[in-house]
């Protein structure tokens, strides 16, 4: 189950990803109970506003997951417009390392989410996207996004 607030997040997305030639996206995690929430009472996954992101596929490609294929320590910020270099909107046809590192350019510049976790940022994310949106604001004005610290 998710938060419709968290549907309306994703749509851009997955626009996005829908231009870019995917067909399907993978996830592994959005509403959840159990222990590791009860231990973490003020995760976004309690409330259903929380989608954990393991790959996506482009029509009969093998699917591209995020340990795979995630640039690990390569990015420190997004490319600002009109900039070239890692982030940057990759084509159709990108390799998908490019179009991972683009997806979390745009959901951070779009203002989509509230967190997004990266592999670079823990063990635990290693394999994933963490994106989350906090409940009871409004907009995510100054998202923290887990990019390589230099």
């Known amino acids: 189950m998710w938060d419709c607030r968290l549907v309306?997040?994703?749509v851009p997305l997955a626009e996005w990803l829908h231009a870019r030639?995917?067909?399907e996206v993978q996830y592994f995690s959005a509403l959840r109970r159990g222990k590791i929430v009860q231990q973490k009472p003020k995760s976004q996954h309690n409330l259903g506003l929380a989608l954990d992101l393991y790959a996506v596929r482009r029509g009969s490609d093998a699917a591209?997951?995020?340990e795979d294929h995630y640039p690990r320590r390569t990015l420190r910020r997004c490319p600002g417009p009109?900039?070239?270099g890692p982030?940057?909107?990759p084509s159709a046809g990108a390799p998908a390392s490019e179009l991972l590192l683009g997806l979390v350019c745009v959901a951070t510049e779009g203002g989509l989410v509230h967190t997004l976790l990266t592999p670079d940022h823990d063990r635990a994310h290693a394999n994933h996207l963490h994106l989350d949106l906090k409940a009871g604001q409004s907009s995510p004005a100054d998202p923290f996004v887990?990019?390589?610290g230099t």
């Open 82 to 84: 009109g900039e070239r």
């Open 146 to 148: 887990s990019f390589h």
């Open 21 to 23: 030639g995917v067909t």
């Open 87 to 89: 982030g940057a909107s």
């Open 8 to 10: 309306a997040a994703v």
């Open 64 to 66: 591209a997951t995020v």
